[in-house]
């Protein structure tokens, strides 16, 4: 079983020496959780999604933008 704790950082070093000094548990600390991303952030993360969205951008910008319309499901 695993059980996970929420403990404020003030006292995570007690609480992770307090449990470690019982022979039952295993205590390890959890990772940071990561700061959502929005979609953007996201794209930009990746070098090849970059580049394609820098590239779409500077089309837009340049007037050569393509509209299309949404195509009904």
């Known amino acids: 079983?695993?059980?996970t704790?929420?403990?404020p950082?003030?006292?995570a070093a007690f609480m992770m020496e307090?449990?470690?000094s019982l022979p039952f548990v295993k205590a390890t600390p959890a990772?940071?959780?990561a700061k959502p991303q929005d979609e953007t952030e996201y794209l930009l993360s990746?070098?090849?999604?970059?580049?394609?969205l820098k590239d779409a951008i500077e089309r837009?910008?340049?007037g050569k933008g393509v509209q299309h319309d949404l195509i009904d499901a």
Do not use: C, G, V
Not at 46 to 52: D, Q, R, S, W
């Open 1 to 3: 079983m695993k059980i």
């Open 5 to 7: 704790l929420e403990i």
């Open 9 to 11: 950082d003030n006292k």
């Open 18 to 20: 307090l449990l470690q």
């Open 31 to 33: 990772r940071t959780k």
């Open 46 to 52: 990746n070098p090849a999604n970059a580049k394609t």
């Open 60 to 62: 837009l910008e340049s």
